[in-house]
Every structure is written in C-alpha cells, then in structure tokens.
C-alpha cells in the first residue's frame, strides 16, 4: 500500500505538470482523506508513504509533521520534497510558499524537546529556503496563516 501512495502523488503531479488538473483532483482528494485518516497504531511505512506522496504536490505541512528521528529516509524525502516540488500545484500563493515554509519551520524549531535529527533537517531545509530566497527569514505572524 505504501508504493501504491507514493505512485499515486507522483502520477498526480505529473497531471497537473501536464495541465491535466481534472485528472488529479480524484487522487489528490483520496490522498488528503489517507492523510486525515491515519491513526496511531497505523503502520509507520503508510504514514511515510501517504506525507511524501502529498509532498510530491508540493504539500509540506504533512511529511515535516511526522518527522520522526529514527526515518532517516524520510528526512532525505523531506529534503528532496524542497529541492524538487515546492512551491507544488496546489499552493493557495506559490510566490509566497516558501517564505511560510521558513516561517513554519522557524516556530517549529523553538519547540524545547525537539529531537536533534528533526531539528537538524528543519535547518537544512530553512537555511536552503533562505538561500533560494536570498534573504534571511524571521517570524512574522501576521503572514504566517
């Protein structure tokens, strides 16, 4: 089940790389009910998949949620999800995708009991951010919604 996710987020970017929106909208839409769905006792690999599959439509929220610090891959993905798919086909303000990112990532790196892997990754990821950027991110609440 865990291939089948992530097959079906990627093929679903491919339509709306293809201008084939209408095509995706019933994947997507099983995609966020996936996500919605999941629960504790689920297995770890269905929460992997599910998060870099929306994250393959340029939706981050899900897959730095459930960083974990012992998924080495999906920090990797998480990562990759950055570098290749956001901003993705279904931001709400592309041109501004990244800077909510940042700021995301900001708050979320003031949690005390962070783990140290996740926090690691959320700098990488931040500080790429605010190179593609070019400037330097500082948390703004009022542009943060």
């Known amino acids: 089940r865990a291939d089948m996710l992530r097959a079906i987020g990627y093929l679903a ?34 929460a992997v998949a599910v ?19 012992g998924d080495p891959w999906m920090h990797d ?13 279904l931001a709400a303000q592309p041109d501004r995708e990244l800077e909510r990112a ?10 005390p009991d962070l783990p140290i892997p996740v926090r690691n990754t959320l700098s990488k990821i931040k500080d790429t951010l605010e190179t593609r950027l070019g400037h330097h991110i500082v ?3 009022a542009q943060s919604a």
Request: charged share 30%; hydrophobic share 35%.
């Open 51 to 69: 998060t870099t599959a929306l994250g393959y439509l340029g939706e981050w929220e899900p897959i730095l949620t459930h960083l974990g610090p």
């Open 139 to 141: 948390d703004d609440p």
């Open 77 to 89: 993905a998480a990562e990759n999800i950055f570098r290749e798919w956001v901003p993705g086909p």
């Open 102 to 111: 940042a700021r995301w990532m900001l708050r979320r790196l003031r949690e």
């Open 13 to 46: 970017r491919v339509s709306f790389d293809e201008k084939r929106a209408p095509e995706a909208e019933p994947a997507v839409a099983y995609l966020r009910q996936t996500y919605a769905s999941l629960k504790p006792d689920d297995h770890r690999s269905i």
